[in-house]
């Protein structure tokens, strides 16, 4: 069958795709964007996370059909070109990236808490994170990056005009 | 066929950084990770490219009656279909003994051995040719642990008739250390109170979270070019030529990005599969496994059953030890004899004890082949010798820290190997500074607005609001070593090129070193920098062109191939330094007084002296050195006598637990840690070895184990084998001692393993003291706290 949908805002067609695969076999191997990573492809540990529709989902348990004409958004969608968007600089910068296999799951869905909550308390961080395995950095680094990104988007929405929050 | 060249997606990890030694600059490979751009074993793309599969046995033992593949031939997409008969050299590899077969060979030995490789056009077409496959099994009944110690009436894994290791029967490898007088009847009367315990480590696995993957490509010389996801190219080469036929100038690795590897990448796992396949059908081939054959695809930590008896003083001094240990190998050898190796000689903790008799083995049985994960035969023993200290501790009415602080070995103190230790050994100093760390408040759950569940045992299951729910704090200290032992001719490689590009000073760096996440290249980087006084360092792509790093594994690399890498640099300078002989006329003492710093030439007073990028002119120089650390011996066979360690490395753990005795839940509330590193080189990289490798720890704990009945694995999922999630996790905080080891680069000591070893005991030895009871294994499950 054929797919039509958008990733990363531009309009995509993924041809010859077998019924059984998941959107996560498409994105990495029909539309070239393996940054979604594969751990499990069971929905155990959120390295394949992406946005559909806005919400964060695990694209592997995500039927490539299932997308038809809708919004994808991946890791590779999180930068404006070369500028970083503040969760991907805050996680290089707290030590967050050991391997890296967890890590573009745990951008899409820190970016996603960030978008919800400018102030969460750590429990709402573990909450938010919770369906993310990391097997490198024991979370610590990891915690401190989301507490960063969120002081940095507090501190530009600050010195941001009103009514730019975002 | 298709012009055959280099696969998209790999990637160039060439970024400069900046800061020396001791500093925490970037990763380089960072941005390329939080970009998604980062070319991951799995993510390599090739024009025309198959994918490979394996079948794999569904028996633990059973004797193969026939193999038919004519169904998976005749399906449309299928290329190749292999079986051991297809193989074109040797049938057998392995680290140690070669005795794995590349696909199964009249019988299979364990749950998931691969018997039938299949090339095809898409995963699902590999799939559904698999499940065409019929394989007739006489099934037989399988060879646990205990059976193997009693082949006579057992049987033998491997039938003696075959390689090596029969002669031993269903033993791979036992070692013996003897110290003092043993546990001889004088020396067993010397002590006023001997404490006796049997305890159980269960099978963990490394869990990393990139998939086994990777992909051959033919070459047009006939050769093999494979892009790999392993922690040590050189030796899955060495492993891979004899099986495919090839010499080693014709099997070239190059590394793949890596997601995570703990030991579970020290054995190749798909990389030969993937190269018959390649060779059989000339185009490339990628395979990369589902997590559940990862389960079975590579090998896990040994479960081990030990025995362990303490004699003591009234007063607390260790008199003697006696530890019986029984390993179990699994299937193949793997690393067994060098964890057997470990497990003996590290067997009584980092106490001086006068008299040890310590027996370790290892068994072949029909379980999964067990091997190397982090902390390799000394995190089974410190679970045991921790857990003994904390009951001679109460039989005494001492405090547990200060029964260790009493008996802990410290620089110059002799190992029961007969090994001094010659070096700083703070294990008094590291249990001090982690009791002293401030405390966890208490019942932090109670919030103004009542209990919060989220900290409680429990958690958002909403179990408790505080009711059954008893704190426990435990404390444990462990001892691993660094580098490989027991005579190993152990070493790294390292090219360090130095050269004008656009005006700057440029070094490249260049080694087999496998980064799997640690960091390493991030440190060879501020090596450069420190010893060539340059900013821009790029790294060029680990592979075989140049001589082996090693295996990121044993603590060894930021000592090895950045003592290599260090070496390399210092080589470099010296030929930059004589140039300057030649150019401005310096005296050699003159010259040899100089280092170099900010793309300058400086004497030890700071003046410049001459600008690099003069001194080195259009000439690059470039130099490639081997760098081997002070040698080893083996232990002897019948004493354990021998310097079989380079060097030894000690971390301790301080554990505070919330248990909700009732349901049996626990919650790690912290997990503090002070360990000493010799030299920080990156400090934010060693604190992000602490946290990891503690939380693997908190793992064995309390969650990770590999259920195996009559030799089949249970829970081969992540939805069924649990690891810390971050909901699991505790805050950790980390005190880094840096007490130099003279013979190590910059005097640092490997840090990777040694906080995996005590935060599994201290976990338990806090669970413990909330619960009372005695908790003789690990993991520590809810129905060993309830007894139901
Ligand atoms: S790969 Fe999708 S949840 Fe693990
Ligand atoms: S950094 Fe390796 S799994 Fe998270």
Redesign the pocket.
């Known amino acids: 069958m054929k797919v039509t949908f958008t990733v990363n805002g531009r309009p995509t067609e993924a041809d010859d795709v077998w019924e059984g695969e998941s959107l996560l076999y498409v994105l990495r191997e029909r539309v070239g964007l393996p940054g979604s990573k594969n751990a499990c492809e069971q929905g155990e540990c959120g390295s394949c996370t992406v946005y559909l529709d806005g919400d964060p989902v695990c694209s592997c348990l995500v039927a490539a059909g299932q997308v038809q004409d809708r919004e994808v958004g991946t890791v590779e969608g999180l930068a404006q070109g070369d500028t970083l968007d503040p969760v991907q600089q805050a996680f290089v910068d707290a030590g967050a990236?050991?391997?890296?296999?967890?890590?573009p799951g745990l951008l899409v869905q820190t970016h996603d808490l960030l978008n919800r909550a400018h102030h969460p308390s750590d429990a709402e961080i573990r909450e938010a994170l919770s369906g993310n395995?990391?097997?490198?950095?024991g979370y610590e680094k990891i915690m401190d990056a989301v507490r960063l990104a969120a002081a940095r988007k507090a501190d530009a929405r600050d010195a941001a005009p009103t009514g730019l929050e975002g | 066929m298709a012009a055959l060249t280099k696969p998209k997606n790999l990637q160039d990890v060439a970024a400069p950084g900046r800061d020396g030694v001791g500093a925490s600059p970037l990763r380089p490979d960072g941005i390329l990770k939080v970009k998604g751009d980062f070319a991951y074993s799995s993510d390599l793309w090739h024009e025309d490219m198959l994918w490979g599969m394996a079948l794999r046995s569904p028996h633990a033992r059973a004797r193969i009656l026939s193999v038919d593949v004519s169904a998976a031939l005749a399906q449309p997409g299928v290329y190749a279909v292999l079986t051991h008969e297809d193989i074109p050299g040797s049938k057998f590899y392995g680290l140690e003994i070669r005795d794995q077969p590349v696909l199964a060979i009249d019988e299979v030995r364990f749950h998931g051995e691969p018997i039938v490789i299949v090339a095809a056009d898409h995963p699902e077409t590999a799939r559904r040719a698999i499940a065409k496959i019929v394989v007739e099994y006489d099934v037989l009944p399988s060879i646990g642990p205990v059976e193997a110690l009693d082949p006579e009436r057992y049987g033998y894994v491997h039938a003696p008739a075959d390689y090596k290791a029969h002669a031993f029967g269903n033993i791979v490898h036992s070692q013996h250390i003897h110290h003092g007088d043993g546990d001889s009847a004088e020396v067993r009367a010397l002590a006023d109170v001997i404490v006796r315990g049997e305890y159980e480590v269960g099978m963990q696995d490394q869990a990393?979270?990139g998939p086994e993957s990777g992909l051959a490509v033919p070459a047009e010389d006939g050769g093999i070019d494979l892009y790999i996801a392993t922690q040590w190219l050189h030796v899955d080469r060495q492993q891979m030529c004899p099986v495919l036929g090839l010499p080693p100038e014709k099997v070239r690795l190059t590394l793949a990005g890596v997601?995570?590897a703990f030991g579970g990448r020290e054995d190749i796992s798909m990389q030969v599969h993937a190269c018959l396949l390649a060779q059989h059908t000339g185009k490339p081939v990628k395979i990369v496994y589902n997590r559940e054959e990862s389960f079975f695809g590579h090998v896990h930590r040994h479960p081990a059953t030990m025995v362990f008896e303490h004699g003591a003083t009234r007063d607390g001094r260790l008199v003697f030890v006696k530890a019986e240990i029984v390993l179990d190998g699994g299937a193949y050898a793997s690393t067994s004899p060098a964890v057997v190796g470990n497990a003996a000689s590290l067997g009584i903790g980092p106490y001086v004890i006068p008299h040890a008799a310590v027996d370790a083995t290892a068994v072949y049985t029909n379980n999964p082949p067990c091997g190397a994960m982090r902390g390799f035969g000394a995190v089974q023993m410190c679970f045991g010798y921790e857990t003994q200290m904390d009951r001679l501790a109460a039989e005494l009415g001492l405090d547990p820290v200060e029964l260790r602080r009493m008996n802990a070995m410290e620089q110059g103190s002799v190992l029961p190997t007969g090994q001094v230790v010659d070096a700083p050994a703070p294990v008094a100093e590291l249990l001090r500074r982690v009791k002293e760390m401030p405390l966890p408040e208490v019942e932090n759950w109670r919030t103004a607005d009542g209990p919060d569940v989220r900290e409680l045992p429990g958690g958002l299951s909403n179990t408790t609001h505080g009711e059954g729910v008893v704190r426990g704090i435990g404390y444990a200290v462990g001892i691993k070593n660094v580098g490989f032992s027991e005579g190993f001719d152990d070493y790294s490689t390292a090219r360090v090129r130095l050269e004008v590009i656009g005006g700057a000073p440029v070094a490249l760096v260049h080694t087999a070193m496998a980064e799997v996440?640690q960091g390493g290249i991030t440190v060879h980087a501020q090596i450069v920098r420190t010893e060539l006084g340059v900013d821009q360092v790029t790294m060029a792509p680990a592979d075989t062109r140049v001589g082996s790093a090693g295996s990121t594994s044993a603590s060894r690399q930021t000592y090895m191939t950045g003592g290599a890498v260090k070496q390399a640099a210092e080589a470099v300078r010296a030929v930059v330094l004589a140039r300057g002989r030649d150019r401005y006329g310096w005296a050699p003492a003159f010259a040899a007084g100089l280092r170099l710093a900010g793309g300058k030439a400086l004497t030890a007073a700071g003046e410049v002296v001459a600008d690099l990028v003069d001194l080195l002119g259009d000439e690059p120089v470039d130099e490639t050195t081997e760098f081997r650390h002070r040698p080893t011996e083996a232990f002897d066979k019948v004493t354990g006598q021998g310097f079989g360690h380079v060097q030894y490395t000690f971390c301790a753990h301080r554990a505070v637990v919330d248990v909700d005795v009732e349901l049996g839940l626990v919650k790690v509330i912290e997990l503090a840690a002070a360990q000493d590193v010799g030299k920080a080189i990156n400090p934010l990289a060693v604190v992000g070895q602490i946290h990891g490798g503690s939380t693997q720890g908190l793992g064995l704990a309390v969650m990770e184990e590999i259920i195996v009945r009559d030799g089949k694995v249970r829970n081969p999922s992540f939805t069924d084998y649990l690891i810390p999630t971050i909901l699991d996790t505790p805050p950790m905080p980390v005190d880094v001692l840096e007490l130099a080891d003279a013979h190590a680069p910059y005097g640092l000591r490997g840090a990777g393993e040694a906080p995996t070893l005590s935060s599994t005991p201290a976990i338990v030895a806090a669970i413990r003291a909330a619960t009372g009871l005695p908790l003789n294994r690990v993991p520590v499950r809810p129905e060993h706290l309830t007894g139901t």
């Open positions: 990236v050991q391997c890296g296999f967890c890590t395995l990391c097997r490198c950095t | 990393f979270l997601g995570g996440g």
